[in-house]
């Protein structure tokens, strides 16, 4: 077999066969196929696509070039949950301990974030002494005795998604369907979930930015997870304005905690209680939608979901006393109001370019070697549709530097108010079972 002929035939427009991907595979991982052809066959499956069986065999080909982690060890249907990221996007924070809850067990393997604020680890190391440098044997304990916890991912965890990635972000071929859908996949399937629950954002904020794009995305993903034998669905929720009303870690932690009392943003909550309802009821813990929504309200409203939140960080070594005493999270020393210049209704606001301007002040990582600042940060005051008056103020900014002239001019450039009434985005557009 050989590469130029693999290439040919791709280029060509003809179906590669499994034993064809898994070569191209495992030799890009080893070393013997040079970057050089592999841009190549990249650059061809960009213009031609792939057929469903190819985009599952490149997926499965991903997950075998390195770690998979077992978790039979764990009692009941493990559901994963990913999200295609976001601006404020808290989900995990508050889905993770919700569905616990209701006895779903929740085994999270989980990254730190580049982008506009940290990721779930960053967010959860807000909590002074929480870590998630566990052994896999305490991490399996840990999930059958409290049904969650969270480890960081193993560095060699689809090691060819990781090559191939490296090269499509330098070759321009970032954007094709099959390729990101295989890549998130793959990653999800190493991490040992019986089931898994996608959602797929759309909008300014979202890696894809149009509905059509995201279907399609949607549906790959769901194909490939059940053409792999994982019961796989998604959800296509909205990022055309932040999600919530918290741009930053600690900020993020404390939205996450209200939200698991039932004081937290309308939209946030509506989404985690539509996400946690279909892993609820993969997990065969509800025989509806309908009855696994009422289970995971019925546990915010007990408190068992707090309740849960404070042993997983307990469990993994955190000051769990951060939930009732939420001024325990770190604190940023200069707290400045984005006031609103007229009278009027929001009509957009550009969630990518907000987030650009949390990580203006030190909420995400502009690369790899950047340093979080946990403290600051975003705090939204008005959505899009909300009425506002001049010096109301739109946004808080949490800093720890005193002059935020740059964050502001950003913030005022991607805060529209005009003086028509403006209507509030749908939140949730579908829902895709196959």
């Known amino acids: ?72 060890q764990i009692e009941g249907i493990k559901v994963d949950k990913h999200s295609t990221g976001g601006v404020g996007d808290t989900t995990t924070l508050v889905l993770g301990p919700l569905v616990a809850a209701v006895g779903v067990p929740v085994a999270k393997m989980s990254g730190r974030g580049l982008g506009h604020t940290g990721g779930t680890i960053d967010k959860l190391e807000a909590v002074e002494g929480f870590h998630v440098e566990i052994e896999n044997q305490e991490f399996i304990d840990l999930v059958n005795k409290n049904k969650i916890a969270v480890i960081g991912q193993s560095g060699n965890l689809t090691p060819a998604d990781k090559k191939l990635y490296s090269l499509r972000d330098v070759t321009a071929t970032v954007n094709s369907i099959p390729m990101i859908a295989s890549s998130i996949m793959s990653k999800k399937i190493a991490a040992g979930a019986d089931a898994i629950v996608l959602d797929v954002k759309t909008g300014a904020g979202a890696f894809m930015k149009t509905i059509d794009d995201s279907r399609d995305l949607a549906h790959a993903m769901v194909r490939i997870g059940n053409n792999v034998g994982r019961q796989t669905m998604a959800i296509i929720s909205d990022m055309s304005q932040p999600l919530g009303f918290a741009i930053g870690n600690a900020l993020e932690v404390k939205e996450a905690i209200d939200t698991l009392k039932g004081e937290g943003p309308e939209d946030l909550t509506e989404l985690c209680l539509t996400l946690g309802s279909h892993m609820v009821y993969l997990a065969k813990k509800a025989n509806s939608l309908e009855e696994a929504r009422q289970l995971l309200e019925n546990v915010i409203k007990d408190g068992s979901a707090l309740e849960t939140f404070k042993l997983f960080l307990a469990s993994q070594g955190g000051d769990a006393s951060v939930v009732d005493q939420p001024e325990k999270l770190p604190q940023a020393k200069y707290i400045i109001e984005l006031e609103a210049k007229e009278d009027g209704y929001v009509k957009e606001m550009v969630a990518d370019e907000i987030g650009t301007a949390a990580m203006i002040l030190g909420a995400g990582r502009a690369t790899k070697e950047s340093t979080i600042d946990l403290a600051v940060g975003l705090m939204l005051r008005k959505k899009i549709g909300d009425k506002v008056q001049k010096g109301d103020s739109l946004v808080t900014i949490y800093s720890n530097f005193e002059n935020v002239d740059a964050v502001k001019q950003k913030l005022y450039e991607n805060i529209t108010v005009t003086s028509e009434p403006a209507k509030a985005p749908t939140l949730i557009y579908e829902e895709i079972t196959e």
Do not use: C, H, W
């Open 1 to 72: 077999m050989r590469m130029v002929d693999l290439i040919e035939k791709k280029r060509d427009g003809e179906k590669l066969s499994t034993e064809e991907i898994q070569f191209i595979v495992n030799g890009y991982t080893e070393g013997t196929i040079p970057d050089y052809q592999v841009s190549a066959f990249t650059m061809a499956v960009f213009f031609n696509g792939m057929t469903e069986s190819e985009t599952a065999d490149l997926t499965m080909a991903m997950v075998k070039s390195g770690d998979q982690i077992d978790l039979s």
